[in-house]
C-alpha cells in the first residue's frame, strides 16, 4: 500500500510513510469490509462517515510537517485512524469526535492498539480544546463550511490547519491554513497526483 | 342485456378504483423513496418497477387460456393480493436486509444487490395490479374504449388525489391508504357465489391493512442525507415533521448546528447555533434569529457584497426558505422585501408556529410573501429592484452529482436575463456558489451571465465582479458597468476580510491570490476566457473536460457537468472508484435506461415463442403499440415541463396536466367506442395529433411566455384549451388498434397491450435522456416522430 499508493505518487516525508506503515489500517474499518482494507479508496464506516483513503491520510499528515515534539489538535477522530498515524510521529494528539458511538469505538479501538499518546475527548469540535491549545498543527477531517474562530486562536503562530473538503466518497482538495501573527493565508491543494486536472489535456 | 351492461358497470368501477389506487401508490412510493434516497433516484426505482405492466402483458400472453378461462374467479383475488403487496412491499423495503444506500452502491456490492431486490418488492403490486387490469382489457376488448375510459378516469382521479392525500397523512401510512382502494376494487367485482367465502378474506385483509396502518414502516434514511448526518450529533432531534404534496419537512433542534458559508477567517466571534428546517432529508436551511442569537458573523461573508456596494431599498429574495437571505436584507435596512418561496408547507410553519425562531420575518409589513416559483414571478413581474439574491448554488463538499437530473429554471440563461431586466440601473444580482474541484459551478455561473449579458448588448467584463474566500466565491452582477468608487469599495472589503476578487473590472494577477491561494490557477485562465469573447468561450465550453455550457430553458440541467468522453481522463486522475461519485445521478439515469431497454426486450420477445414470430400483425404492433406508448409519454412529460413554469407550482400543476390529460383521454376512448376500428379511421386521428404536435412545437413555449401574465382563472381554461382536445383525440388510437389487432388475432392483444405498457416506462427514462443531451425541444419531437411511425405503419396496412 505505501510503495504503490503512496510514495509512487510522490510523497516522500520519510515520518509519515514509516507511520503509515506501523499503523494496521485493518484494525480501522468495519469487520464487513475488511478484505479491502489496504485498498486505494475510502470505506464508509457508518454514520455517513468514512476512513479517508490512505493516500489522503498520509497527504494530510505530510502537509502539515510533523515533528517529534509537536501537539496536533484533530477535529473529528471517525475510526480513529488519522490521530492513529500521527501519533506514530508527533508527541501528542488531542482528538475530539461529537458523535457519541465513533467516539466510545474509537477511543476503545486506540486504547486497545495502546497509542498511549492519542487523548480523545466526545464533544463539539467548534470549541477546539482550549486546555491544551495552542497546538502545532490542527486537522480538521469533519466536515466544516467555515473555519470554527477558536480554532484559529488555538493554532500556534506559525501553525499549519489542514481541512479536508469532498463528498464523503471523492476528497478533491485540501485546504490549508497558515497563520504567521495576524496574517492567515489559506491555500487550496490537489491531492491528486499534484497536478492540475486541467493540465491533462 | 340488463346483466351485461350490470357487469360493464361493475367492471368499469373496479378498474377505474384499482387505476386510481396504482397511480397514488406510485406517487407514493415516490415521495417515500425521496425522502430515504433522493427524488431523481426515486423515479429510477419506481420506472423498473413499472416494468410489472409489461410483464403482466407477457404473463397473459403465455398463460392466456387458463387466465381467460378463469378471469371472473381470479380478478378479485388478484386486486386483493395487489392491495396487500402495497403495503406490505414498502413496510419490507425499509428492513436492514433490503433497505440499500445509493450513496453506498459503488463502494460496497452488498447495496447493489439490496437495490435489485427492492426492484423486485415493488414490482410485484404493480405485476397484479396490471395483471388485474390486462385481464380486463384481453376478455373485454370489444369494449375496450368504455374500459379503457375507467382506466384513464382512474390514474387521472388518483394522480389528483394523491396529491391530496399527501397534506393528510405521512408518507410512510400511505401505503395501507392507497392499498385500501385496491381492496375496495375486488370488493366492487366478487362474483355473487364467492361472496360468503371471500368475506374471510376481506376481513384478514382489512386486519392487516389496519395493522400496517398503525404500525407503518419507520422509513430508513440514507445516513448520507443531510437530516441523518444532523441527527447523529448528541442532543439532537426532530421537533416538527409536516407531510404536504411538496414532500415531508422536518424542523430540527440541535446545540450544535452552526451555518456561516463565506465566513471570513477574520472574524474574531462566535457563530450562533441554529435549528434548522429539512425537505424529505436535504437541507432547506437554518432559522436564524437576531432577537436570540448575535448574527454579527454575517456582516463577515462574501455573501455581503451587494450590501457593501451601496444603500439598498428593494430586494428580491428568489426561494427564499428559510429566510435567511431575508434575514440579511433587513439587516441591512433593507425597506421592501420580496420573498418569492414556492413552498407552501415552509412558509405556513415559519410564518406560524415557527415564525419566532426567523424574527417573525415573514409576517413583517417590510416583506411580502410570493407562493410561487421564483422562475414564474420573474417573468410576470415588472418591479424593479436593487438586489436579487438566489440560494447558495451547490452543497459544502459537493452532492455527488445526486441533482444532476433536477430541471433548474432559476439557472439558465434565459432566468439571468429575465434577472438583469428585473434589476434597477445600480441594482445587482448576488449568487454564491462553492468552489468545487475540478472547477464546474464556478465556470458555468460565469459563462451564464456572460452569455446574458451578451444577449443584452453589454460586456460582461465590465458588469461582473466575484470575490472568494476559502471555499465560496459570490458573484455580483451589476446592470450598468461597476463605477470606480464601487470597485475600490469591493477591494477594500476584500481588504479587510481576508477576500480575493476574482473578476473584478481592472483586475490584476496578484490580487487574486492575496489571502486563498489555489495550486490549480486553472480557474482564473477559464474565467478570462470565458468573459474574453463568444468565440474563446465556445472554445472552452468544447474543450474543458466537463459540460460548463450555462443551462437554458430547453436543456435546464444546471448541474449536469459530466461529459462521457472524459470518464477515462477522470478515472486515471482520481481513481476508477471515485467515478461514479462525480455525478451518481447522470450514471444512474444511463444504468436504468439500459436495465429497462434489456428487460424490455425480454418481456417483447418472450410471448412469440406462444403466438409465433411470424405473422403479418407482429410488426405492425410492435411499431403501432410502442409508437403510441412512446408518442403519448413524451407529450405528457413535455406538458408537466410547461406547464409546471407556467403555473409556478410544481405539484399542483403536474397533477393538474397529468389529470386532464389521462381524464381528456378518457373520453376520447369512450367515444372510440362508437367508432368503427378500420386503419382509415386511425390514420385521420393520428394524422390530427402529429399536425397539432408540430404546431405545438413551434408556438407553445412562445404562447406560454405571452400569457404567463393573465390571471389564475384564465390560465386554467387556456391550459384546458390547449391540453384537452389534444389529449381526446391521442386516448383513441390505443383502443381502436387494440380492437382491430382483436378483430384480426385475439392472442395477440396481451402482448400488444405490453408492449403499449413497456414502451411508457422506457419513455419515462428516455425522455430524461433527451432532454439532457439534446433538449427538451427534441422530445416534443420525437413524440411527433413517434405518432407518425404509428401512423406510417397504417398507412401501410391501409
Same mark, same amino acid.
Given at each position: 500500500?505505501?510503495?504503490?499508493?503512496?510514495?509512487?505518487?510522490?510523497?516522500?516525508?520519510?515520518?509519515?510513510?514509516?507511520?503509515?506503515?506501523?499503523?494496521?489500517?485493518?484494525?480501522?474499518?468495519?469487520?464487513?469490509?475488511?478484505?479491502?482494507?489496504?485498498?486505494?479508496?475510502?470505506?464508509?464506516?457508518?454514520?455517513?462517515?468514512?476512513?479517508?483513503?490512505?493516500?489522503?491520510?498520509?497527504?494530510?499528515?505530510?502537509?502539515?510537517?510533523?515533528?517529534?515534539?509537536?501537539?496536533?489538535?484533530?477535529?473529528?477522530?471517525?475510526?480513529?485512524?488519522?490521530?492513529?498515524?500521527?501519533?506514530?510521529?508527533?508527541?501528542?494528539?488531542?482528538?475530539?469526535?461529537?458523535?457519541?458511538?465513533?467516539?466510545?469505538?474509537?477511543?476503545?479501538?486506540?486504547?486497545?492498539?495502546?497509542?498511549?499518546?492519542?487523548?480523545?475527548?466526545?464533544?463539539?469540535?467548534?470549541?477546539?480544546?482550549?486546555?491544551?491549545?495552542?497546538?502545532?498543527?490542527?486537522?480538521?477531517?469533519?466536515?466544516?463550511?467555515?473555519?470554527?474562530?477558536?480554532?484559529?486562536?488555538?493554532?500556534?503562530?506559525?501553525?499549519?490547519?489542514?481541512?479536508?473538503?469532498?463528498?464523503?466518497?471523492?476528497?478533491?482538495?485540501?485546504?490549508?491554513?497558515?497563520?504567521?501573527?495576524?496574517?492567515?493565508?489559506?491555500?487550496?491543494?490537489?491531492?491528486?497526483?499534484?497536478?492540475?486536472?486541467?493540465?491533462?489535456? | 342485456?340488463?346483466?351485461?351492461?350490470?357487469?360493464?358497470?361493475?367492471?368499469?368501477?373496479?378498474?377505474?378504483?384499482?387505476?386510481?389506487?396504482?397511480?397514488?401508490?406510485?406517487?407514493?412510493?415516490?415521495?417515500?423513496?425521496?425522502?430515504?434516497?433522493?427524488?431523481?433516484?426515486?423515479?429510477?426505482?419506481?420506472?423498473?418497477?413499472?416494468?410489472?405492466?409489461?410483464?403482466?402483458?407477457?404473463?397473459?400472453?403465455?398463460?392466456?387460456?387458463?387466465?381467460?378461462?378463469?378471469?371472473?374467479?381470479?380478478?378479485?383475488?388478484?386486486?386483493?393480493?395487489?392491495?396487500?403487496?402495497?403495503?406490505?412491499?414498502?413496510?419490507?423495503?425499509?428492513?436492514?436486509?433490503?433497505?440499500?444506500?445509493?450513496?453506498?452502491?459503488?463502494?460496497?456490492?452488498?447495496?447493489?444487490?439490496?437495490?435489485?431486490?427492492?426492484?423486485?418488492?415493488?414490482?410485484?403490486?404493480?405485476?397484479?395490479?396490471?395483471?388485474?387490469?390486462?385481464?380486463?382489457?384481453?376478455?373485454?376488448?370489444?369494449?375496450?374504449?368504455?374500459?379503457?375510459?375507467?382506466?384513464?378516469?382512474?390514474?387521472?382521479?388518483?394522480?389528483?388525489?394523491?396529491?391530496?392525500?399527501?397534506?393528510?397523512?405521512?408518507?410512510?401510512?400511505?401505503?395501507?391508504?392507497?392499498?385500501?382502494?385496491?381492496?375496495?376494487?375486488?370488493?366492487?367485482?366478487?362474483?355473487?357465489?364467492?361472496?360468503?367465502?371471500?368475506?374471510?378474506?376481506?376481513?384478514?385483509?382489512?386486519?392487516?391493512?389496519?395493522?400496517?396502518?398503525?404500525?407503518?414502516?419507520?422509513?430508513?434514511?440514507?445516513?448520507?442525507?443531510?437530516?441523518?448526518?444532523?441527527?447523529?450529533?448528541?442532543?439532537?432531534?426532530?421537533?416538527?415533521?409536516?407531510?404536504?404534496?411538496?414532500?415531508?419537512?422536518?424542523?430540527?433542534?440541535?446545540?450544535?448546528?452552526?451555518?456561516?458559508?463565506?465566513?471570513?477567517?477574520?472574524?474574531?466571534?462566535?457563530?450562533?447555533?441554529?435549528?434548522?428546517?429539512?425537505?424529505?432529508?436535504?437541507?432547506?436551511?437554518?432559522?436564524?434569529?437576531?432577537?436570540?442569537?448575535?448574527?454579527?458573523?454575517?456582516?463577515?461573508?462574501?455573501?455581503?457584497?451587494?450590501?457593501?456596494?451601496?444603500?439598498?431599498?428593494?430586494?428580491?429574495?428568489?426561494?427564499?426558505?428559510?429566510?435567511?437571505?431575508?434575514?440579511?436584507?433587513?439587516?441591512?435596512?433593507?425597506?421592501?422585501?420580496?420573498?418569492?418561496?414556492?413552498?407552501?408547507?415552509?412558509?405556513?410553519?415559519?410564518?406560524?408556529?415557527?415564525?419566532?425562531?426567523?424574527?417573525?420575518?415573514?409576517?413583517?409589513?417590510?416583506?411580502?410573501?410570493?407562493?410561487?416559483?421564483?422562475?414564474?414571478?420573474?417573468?410576470?413581474?415588472?418591479?424593479?429592484?436593487?438586489?436579487?439574491?438566489?440560494?447558495?448554488?451547490?452543497?459544502?463538499?459537493?452532492?455527488?452529482?445526486?441533482?444532476?437530473?433536477?430541471?433548474?429554471?432559476?439557472?439558465?440563461?434565459?432566468?439571468?436575463?429575465?434577472?438583469?431586466?428585473?434589476?434597477?440601473?445600480?441594482?445587482?444580482?448576488?449568487?454564491?456558489?462553492?468552489?468545487?474541484?475540478?472547477?464546474?459551478?464556478?465556470?458555468?455561473?460565469?459563462?451564464?451571465?456572460?452569455?446574458?449579458?451578451?444577449?443584452?448588448?453589454?460586456?460582461?467584463?465590465?458588469?461582473?465582479?466575484?470575490?472568494?474566500?476559502?471555499?465560496?466565491?459570490?458573484?455580483?452582477?451589476?446592470?450598468?458597468?461597476?463605477?470606480?468608487?464601487?470597485?475600490?469599495?469591493?477591494?477594500?472589503?476584500?481588504?479587510?476580510?481576508?477576500?480575493?476578487?476574482?473578476?473584478?473590472?481592472?483586475?490584476?494577477?496578484?490580487?487574486?491570490?492575496?489571502?486563498?491561494?489555489?495550486?490549480?490557477?486553472?480557474?482564473?485562465?477559464?474565467?478570462?476566457?470565458?468573459?474574453?469573447?463568444?468565440?474563446?468561450?465556445?472554445?472552452?465550453?468544447?474543450?474543458?473536460?466537463?459540460?460548463?455550457?450555462?443551462?437554458?430553458?430547453?436543456?435546464?440541467?444546471?448541474?449536469?457537468?459530466?461529459?462521457?468522453?472524459?470518464?477515462?481522463?477522470?478515472?486515471?486522475?482520481?481513481?476508477?472508484?471515485?467515478?461514479?461519485?462525480?455525478?451518481?445521478?447522470?450514471?444512474?439515469?444511463?444504468?436504468?435506461?439500459?436495465?429497462?431497454?434489456?428487460?424490455?426486450?425480454?418481456?417483447?420477445?418472450?410471448?412469440?415463442?406462444?403466438?409465433?414470430?411470424?405473422?403479418?400483425?407482429?410488426?405492425?404492433?410492435?411499431?403501432?403499440?410502442?409508437?403510441?406508448?412512446?408518442?403519448?409519454?413524451?407529450?405528457?412529460?413535455?406538458? !408537466?415541463?410547461?406547464?409546471? *413554469?407556467? @403555473?409556478?407550482?410544481?405539484?399542483?400543476? /403536474? $397533477? +393538474?396536466?397529468? =389529470? &386532464?390529460? %389521462?381524464?381528456?383521454?378518457?373520453?376520447?376512448?369512450?367515444?372510440?367506442?362508437?367508432?368503427?376500428?378500420?386503419?382509415?379511421?386511425?390514420?385521420?386521428?393520428?394524422?390530427?395529433?402529429?399536425?397539432?404536435?408540430?404546431?405545438?412545437?413551434?408556438?407553445?413555449?412562445?404562447?406560454?411566455?405571452?400569457?404567463?401574465?393573465?390571471?389564475?382563472?384564465?390560465?386554467?381554461?387556456?391550459?384546458?384549451?390547449?391540453?384537452?382536445?389534444?389529449?381526446?383525440?391521442?386516448?383513441?388510437?390505443?383502443?381502436?388498434?387494440?380492437?382491430?389487432?382483436?378483430?384480426?388475432?385475439?392472442?395477440?392483444?396481451?402482448?400488444?397491450?405490453?408492449?403499449?405498457?413497456?414502451?411508457?416506462?422506457?419513455?419515462?427514462?428516455?425522455?430524461? !435522456?433527451?432532454?439532457?443531451? *439534446?433538449? @427538451?425541444?427534441?422530445?416534443?419531437?420525437? /413524440? $411527433? +416522430?413517434?405518432? =407518425? &411511425?404509428? %401512423?406510417?405503419?397504417?398507412?401501410?396496412?391501409?
Amino acid at each position: 500500500m505505501v510503495g504503490r499508493q503512496i510514495e509512487n505518487r510522490g510523497i516522500n516525508n520519510q515520518p509519515t510513510l514509516d507511520a503509515m506503515l506501523a499503523v494496521p489500517r485493518h484494525k480501522f474499518v468495519p469487520p464487513n469490509l475488511l478484505e479491502r482494507a489496504y485498498n486505494d479508496g475510502p470505506l464508509p464506516i457508518g454514520f455517513g462517515q468514512t476512513i479517508s483513503q490512505p493516500y489522503i491520510v498520509a497527504y494530510m499528515t505530510a502537509a502539515i510537517d510533523p515533528e517529534k515534539e509537536f501537539k496536533v489538535l484533530e477535529i473529528g477522530t471517525g475510526s480513529g485512524y488519522q490521530a492513529a498515524v500521527l501519533s506514530e510521529i508527533v508527541s501528542d494528539v488531542y482528538t475530539i469526535e461529537i458523535i457519541t458511538e465513533l467516539y466510545n469505538s474509537a477511543s476503545e479501538r486506540l486504547r486497545g492498539l495502546g497509542y498511549k499518546n492519542v487523548i480523545c475527548k466526545n464533544a463539539d469540535g467548534y470549541y477546539g480544546w482550549k486546555d491544551f491549545a495552542p497546538f502545532d498543527a490542527i486537522i480538521v477531517t469533519a466536515a466544516s463550511e467555515y473555519i470554527p474562530p477558536p480554532l484559529i486562536k488555538q493554532l500556534k503562530d506559525g501553525g499549519k490547519m489542514i481541512i479536508p473538503v469532498g463528498s464523503p466518497f471523492l476528497n478533491q482538495t485540501l485546504i490549508l491554513i497558515e497563520k504567521e501573527g495576524e496574517d492567515i493565508t489559506t491555500t487550496s491543494l490537489l491531492p491528486v497526483r499534484f497536478v492540475p486536472f486541467t493540465r491533462g489535456n | 342485456m340488463k346483466n351485461d351492461n350490470a357487469h360493464l358497470v361493475r367492471l368499469s368501477v373496479s378498474l377505474a378504483l384499482l387505476s386510481v389506487s396504482i397511480i397514488a401508490f406510485q406517487l407514493v412510493l415516490i415521495q417515500i423513496l425521496s425522502i430515504v434516497q433522493w427524488y431523481h433516484f426515486a423515479y429510477m426505482v419506481i420506472s423498473v418497477a413499472m416494468l410489472g405492466f409489461g410483464a403482466a402483458g407477457t404473463f397473459i400472453s403465455l398463460f392466456s387460456k387458463y387466465l381467460l378461462n378463469k378471469t371472473d374467479k381470479l380478478l378479485p383475488w388478484l386486486m386483493v393480493i395487489t392491495s396487500l403487496l402495497m403495503s406490505v412491499s414498502v413496510t419490507i423495503s425499509q428492513t436492514s436486509l433490503f433497505s440499500f444506500d445509493s450513496y453506498l452502491l459503488f463502494a460496497d456490492i452488498s447495496h447493489l444487490w439490496k437495490l435489485i431486490a427492492t426492484y423486485m418488492i415493488f414490482l410485484l403490486p404493480f405485476f397484479f395490479g396490471a395483471l388485474s387490469i390486462g385481464l380486463i382489457f384481453v376478455k373485454h376488448v370489444e369494449k375496450i374504449g368504455s374500459l379503457y375510459f375507467a382506466n384513464m378516469v382512474g390514474s387521472g382521479i388518483g394522480g389528483v388525489l394523491a396529491v391530496g392525500a399527501m397534506w393528510w397523512f405521512f408518507p410512510e401510512k400511505l401505503p395501507a391508504v392507497v392499498a385500501t382502494i385496491a381492496l375496495f376494487a375486488g370488493l366492487v367485482i366478487i362474483p355473487k357465489h364467492l361472496r360468503p367465502g371471500f368475506s374471510i378474506i376481506v376481513a384478514a385483509t382489512v386486519a392487516a391493512l389496519s395493522f400496517f396502518y398503525i404500525s407503518s414502516p419507520s422509513l430508513n434514511v440514507s445516513e448520507y442525507k443531510s437530516i441523518s448526518k444532523t441527527l447523529n450529533l448528541p442532543g439532537t432531534k426532530i421537533i416538527k415533521r409536516v407531510s404536504s404534496p411538496y414532500g415531508t419537512i422536518e424542523i430540527v433542534s440541535t446545540p450544535y448546528l452552526r451555518y456561516a458559508p463565506g465566513l471570513s477567517i477574520k472574524y474574531p466571534g462566535m457563530v450562533s447555533v441554529n435549528n434548522a428546517a429539512f425537505n424529505n432529508g436535504d437541507w432547506l436551511g437554518p432559522l436564524i434569529s437576531s432577537e436570540s442569537d448575535s448574527l454579527k458573523y454575517i456582516a463577515y461573508s462574501t455573501e455581503m457584497i451587494p450590501y457593501v456596494i451601496g444603500k439598498r431599498t428593494d430586494v428580491l429574495v428568489l426561494g427564499s426558505g428559510t429566510g435567511r437571505q431575508v434575514n440579511i436584507a433587513l439587516l441591512n435596512n433593507t425597506e421592501n422585501v420580496i420573498a418569492v418561496e414556492p413552498n407552501k408547507a415552509l412558509l405556513n410553519l415559519l410564518s406560524g408556529d415557527f415564525s419566532n425562531e426567523v424574527d417573525s420575518i415573514y409576517n413583517k409589513p417590510s416583506v411580502q410573501i410570493r407562493n410561487i416559483s421564483a422562475r414564474t414571478f420573474l417573468q410576470a413581474s415588472h418591479a424593479k429592484f436593487d438586489v436579487i439574491t438566489l440560494p447558495i448554488i451547490g452543497a459544502f463538499g459537493g452532492t455527488s452529482g445526486m441533482f444532476a437530473l433536477q430541471e433548474q429554471y432559476l439557472l439558465t440563461t434565459e432566468a439571468f436575463g429575465e434577472m438583469l431586466s428585473n434589476l434597477k440601473d445600480d441594482g445587482i444580482i448576488g449568487i454564491t456558489t462553492w468552489i468545487d474541484y475540478p472547477y464546474r459551478n464556478p465556470l458555468k455561473i460565469t459563462a451564464a451571465f456572460a452569455e446574458a449579458l451578451e444577449q443584452n448588448n453589454n460586456n460582461p467584463i465590465e458588469h461582473i465582479a466575484a470575490i472568494k474566500n476559502w471555499n465560496t466565491i459570490t458573484f455580483a452582477i451589476k446592470r450598468t458597468p461597476f463605477k470606480e468608487e464601487e470597485i475600490k469599495v469591493i477591494r477594500e472589503f476584500c481588504n479587510k476580510m481576508n477576500f480575493d476578487p476574482v473578476i473584478l473590472p481592472g483586475i490584476n494577477a496578484d490580487e487574486r491570490e492575496k489571502f486563498n491561494k489555489l495550486q490549480d490557477k486553472s480557474l482564473y485562465t477559464m474565467i478570462d476566457k470565458i468573459l474574453a469573447s463568444p468565440e474563446e468561450r465556445e472554445k472552452v465550453y468544447s474543450e474543458y473536460p466537463f459540460n460548463i455550457k450555462p443551462a437554458v430553458d430547453n436543456k435546464p440541467y444546471f448541474s449536469q457537468f459530466l461529459k462521457w468522453k472524459s470518464i477515462s481522463q477522470l478515472a486515471e486522475f482520481f481513481g476508477n472508484q471515485s467515478v461514479p461519485f462525480f455525478e451518481v445521478g447522470y450514471i444512474l439515469l444511463y444504468l436504468t435506461f439500459i436495465l429497462i431497454v434489456f428487460f424490455a426486450l425480454i418481456l417483447i420477445i418472450l410471448p412469440l415463442v406462444k403466438i409465433g414470430w411470424k405473422g403479418g400483425n407482429n410488426f405492425w404492433a410492435l411499431i403501432y403499440f410502442s409508437g403510441l406508448g412512446t408518442g403519448y409519454m413524451f407529450i405528457e412529460i413535455i406538458f !408537466i415541463q410547461r406547464f409546471t *413554469l407556467y @403555473f409556478g407550482n410544481l405539484i399542483y400543476a /403536474a $397533477a +393538474a396536466v397529468v =389529470s &386532464l390529460m %389521462l381524464i381528456s383521454s378518457g373520453f376520447g376512448s369512450l367515444l372510440s367506442q362508437k367508432l368503427q376500428a378500420k386503419p382509415n379511421r386511425i390514420i385521420g386521428i393520428i394524422s390530427f395529433i402529429v399536425i397539432a404536435l408540430i404546431i405545438y412545437t413551434v408556438i407553445l413555449p412562445s404562447l406560454l411566455k405571452t400569457t404567463i401574465i393573465f390571471t389564475l382563472p384564465v390560465k386554467i381554461i387556456f391550459t384546458a384549451l390547449l391540453i384537452a382536445p389534444l389529449a381526446f383525440f391521442m386516448g383513441m388510437p390505443f383502443p381502436l388498434g387494440l380492437r382491430m389487432l382483436s378483430e384480426r388475432n385475439e392472442s395477440q392483444v396481451p402482448w400488444a397491450w405490453g408492449i403499449n405498457g413497456l414502451f411508457s416506462v422506457i419513455s419515462v427514462v428516455l425522455a430524461t !435522456i433527451i432532454a439532457i443531451e *439534446l433538449g @427538451f425541444v427534441w422530445v416534443m419531437i420525437f /413524440a $411527433a +416522430a413517434a405518432y =407518425s &411511425l404509428a %401512423l406510417l405503419i397504417n398507412l401501410k396496412q391501409n
